[in-house]
């Protein structure tokens, strides 16, 4: 069983996992449609990925796909630690460009559910940190966007001082006055 916990961004869940253990370990479901389903989300994830990171504080993000190939994702940290954010994009959202952010671990076992008409990304709270991603949306290079990790509009409070971050993202726009975010 899974439990839904709804962040003050409309769609954003936080999602924990009910462990049955026994003299033989554990076992949890990180996955149900069934379940899924009540939440009001019915997109089927079609990939999935395995971001492997070697240093504390490697910062990876903040990265989405603009529709027609927007995507859901489903975010689970499997080893180490994260720090996981998603800021909201969405043009006619009440929290347009707020953020949210949790540490995800493979202690805590939680699982962020990130919708449509959000960016995401990550810093690592340990050495050898590893995620999986289920994403709605087969990655679509043309469709790839990015903001600024660093950018003070949004004003991210990343809990480490930046360590290893690609070009690309150092490279990603600043927002200005005129962004209008994406149209779902």
């Not at 069983?1 to 033989?24: P, Q, W, Y």
């Not at 529709?67 to 347009?96: H, M, N, W, Y």
């Not at 995800?104 to 008409?117: A, D, F, T, V, W």
Request: charged letters at 25%; a neutral charge; one cysteine or more.
């Amino acid at each position: 069983m899974m439990k839904f916990t709804e962040t003050n961004l409309s769609g954003l869940f936080v999602i924990d996992v009910e462990a049955h253990r026994d003299e033989r370990g554990e076992f949890f479901r990180t996955f149900c449609k069934r379940e899924f389903k009540a939440t009001g989300e019915v997109k089927e994830f079609v990939q999935c990925n395995h971001s492997v990171n070697i240093k504390k504080g490697t910062i990876r993000g903040m990265h989405y796909q603009v529709p027609p190939f927007g995507e859901c994702k489903l975010i689970r940290c499997i080893r180490g630690a994260v720090f996981d954010v998603a800021v909201d994009l969405r043009q006619s959202s009440p929290t347009f460009l707020q953020w949210f952010g949790l540490e995800l671990s493979e202690r805590n076992r939680k699982m962020i559910y990130i919708p449509e008409g959000f960016a995401h990304g990550f810093q690592t709270l340990s050495d050898h940190a590893e995620l999986l991603y289920q994403h709605t949306s087969f990655y679509e290079p043309s469709a790839e966007g990015g903001i600024r990790y660093s950018d003070k509009a949004i004003d991210i409070r990343w809990p480490l001082a930046e360590g290893s971050v690609s070009l690309k993202d150092k490279n990603y726009p600043l927002l200005d006055l005129n962004y209008t975010g994406i149209k779902i």
